[in-house]
């Protein structure tokens, strides 16, 4: 079966820096779009970052806008989230999820995926 397994969350203070990683099994990772997702306490869920499958591709939501990277490794699998000048409203559990095909219009809605990781936790100090 599917499964995306989120790793590399932890704690770490206002302006340092982290990278999580997502590894993907039982899909034919290559062909999918992914993502990462994030939710904090007490709100919903939202988009972070995509990328295509090529890798070509990126998009950001504007609060992480130049401070997060996406990125992949098709060969072994995985997407990552660079996450540079953290800020205390970073924090959140973060989710990475693997596109359904056909939905590269809909990037940053929840909607355009259809296997979701259980989430690692960011706690950024101030």
């Known amino acids: 079966q599917v499964q995306l397994s989120e790793s590399g969350g932890g704690l770490v203070q206002a302006g340092g820096s982290l990278r999580v990683s997502c590894a993907a099994s039982?899909?034919?990772?290559?062909?999918?779009?992914m993502a990462w997702f994030r939710q904090a306490p007490g709100k919903e869920r939202e988009f972070v970052a995509y990328?295509?499958?090529?890798?070509?591709?990126?998009y950001y939501a504007e609060s992480v806008k130049g401070r997060f990277t996406i990125s992949r490794d098709n060969a072994k699998n995985m997407v990552f989230l660079q996450m540079n000048s953290l800020k205390p409203e970073d924090t959140a559990v973060y989710y990475c999820?693997?596109?359904?095909?056909?939905?590269?219009?809909?990037?940053?809605?929840?909607?355009?995926?259809?296997?979701w990781g259980q989430g690692t936790q960011v706690t950024v100090s101030s």
């Open positions: 999820a693997a596109g359904r095909p056909g939905y590269s219009n809909t990037y940053d809605t929840e909607y355009a995926y259809g296997y």
């Open positions: 039982g899909l034919s990772f290559s062909t999918r779009a």
């Open positions: 990328i295509s499958w090529t890798g070509g591709i990126t």
